[in-house]
């Protein structure tokens, strides 16, 4: 049943190339690179102006993910929410606004309390799940189904990966129905070649993440550090951390360590740092907020992008990513955040797939 591998979670990792390609799988034009999600045209898709996200857990960082490719695709501001936090306060919610909520398992009950109430007050609700029928599902007026295939182990790897594939797709799916025009074909695609070159990544680096992880898996405390794109991976991958191998991990906005963590860097104290020259400008800031943890003497665990050397020289330790689109990346680098999860928890000896105190859905509050 686990094909091979030790633990669901080793297996369903190296699944992910075949469910982003399932996920892909009729949702692309192979000769207009053009994006279908929803079979007809929804007239009210064009008519919203504001957009909330709402999650928990590792759903949640997906959702971070997708407030750049929203924003940057729709043009339409987008505010991504916890649903624990979203259903007790009073959403400003209106007929134009689109609730789009996203869950694997479709039965996490805050996020199921926040779409009930996105409905109550008219908001137009689109639901991002894994589970065919489940409660979100069916009280969805529309459903965009990752196409994951089961995910067994607690910690959530391949329904993360193909929930923000999913919502990639439909930001640039709004933006052709807004424009009436696809805007981004290039982009899309690239999509179609993603599978094979996260395949290539997936091999290539496990060997590296392993040596890493045995080195550093004794640690007691992990910094991960990621600004833009990569900050909410950066979240992502210390919650794997703590899930799995029990470490204390917190994931931070690199720009944030002036005010108030950079008191933690120690030579005991080492910070993953994502840090990727496609990002821009803040990849130059992510350098420098490297170099003050170095002048502290922090050790430093590098993912970089192909090409981006400056920061290589800074780490004890580094991965190197291949150079893929600006949009590609949360997942390319999210991929050894989860394999390092992985390794340390099987080397700390933790029951990976079973993690105490933790349920696979979370249906009660
Ligand atoms: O089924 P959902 O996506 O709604 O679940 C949300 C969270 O409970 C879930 O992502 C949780 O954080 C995972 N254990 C993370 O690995």
Same mark, same amino acid.
């Given at each position: 049943? /686990? ?9 369903? *990792? ?20 053009? *994006?279908?999600?929803? !079979? ?26 997708? &407030? ?9 501001? =987008? ?24 869950? !694997? ?25 894994? =589970? ?21 182990? =607690? ?8 929930? $923000? ?17 696809? !805007? ?27 040596? *890493? ?63 990727? &020259?496609?990002?821009?400008? $803040? ?19 590098? *993912? ?41 928890? =099987? ?12 349920? /696979? ?5």
């Amino acid at each position: 049943e /686990k094909g091979g591998f030790p633990h669901f979670m080793l297996k369903e *990792i190296f699944e992910q190339p075949q469910a982003i390609q399932n996920t892909l799988l009729g949702r692309i034009s192979l000769e207009t690179f053009e *994006i279908d999600l929803l !079979q007809k045209e929804i007239d009210w898709l064009k008519e919203i102006v504001k957009i909330y996200v709402v999650a928990c857990g590792t759903s949640y960082h997906a959702g971070l993910v997708g &407030k750049f490719f929203l924003e940057r695709f729709t043009q339409i501001p =987008v505010e991504v929410e916890l649903a624990s936090e979203f259903r007790y306060r009073e959403p400003l919610l209106h007929e134009r606004c689109l609730f789009l909520g996203i869950s !694997q398992s479709g039965e996490t009950a805050d996020t199921l309390a926040s779409l009930r109430l996105a409905k109550e007050k008219g908001a137009k609700v689109i639901s991002i799940c894994n =589970v065919l029928g489940s409660s979100i599902a069916r009280e969805s007026e529309i459903v965009l189904y990752t196409q994951a295939g089961p995910e067994i182990s =607690v910690a959530s790897t391949k329904a993360f990966t193909t929930q $923000v594939l999913m919502l990639l797709l439909l930001a640039l799916y709004i933006q052709k129905i807004k424009k009436g025009l696809n !805007q981004y074909p290039e982009l899309i695609e690239k999509l179609l070649h993603l599978p094979v070159i996260l395949q290539e990544f997936l091999d290539k680096s496990y060997p590296r993440v392993k040596e *890493i992880s045995k080195k550093w898996y004794q640690a007691k405390d992990f910094l991960y550090l990621g600004r833009n794109i990569l900050y909410p991976i950066a979240l992502e991958g210390a919650l794997k951390l703590k899930e799995i191998a029990y470490i204390h991990a917190e994931g931070y906005a690199a720009g944030e360590m002036k005010h108030g963590p950079i008191a933690l860097i120690e030579e005991s104290f080492p910070t993953i740092i994502l840090a990727a &020259k496609e990002t821009g400008l $803040v990849y130059e800031k992510t350098l420098s907020n490297a170099e003050e943890i170095k002048t502290r003497r922090g050790p430093l665990i590098g *993912i970089t992008t192909q090409g981006s050397e400056e920061v290589k020289r800074l780490c004890e330790d580094y991965l190197e990513v291949p150079q893929v689109p600006y949009e590609f990346l949360p997942i390319f680098y999210v991929v050894p955040l989860q394999l390092i999860a992985y390794e340390m928890a =099987v080397l700390r000896g933790c029951d990976v797939d079973r993690p105490r105190n933790l349920a /696979k859905s979370v249906t009660v509050e």
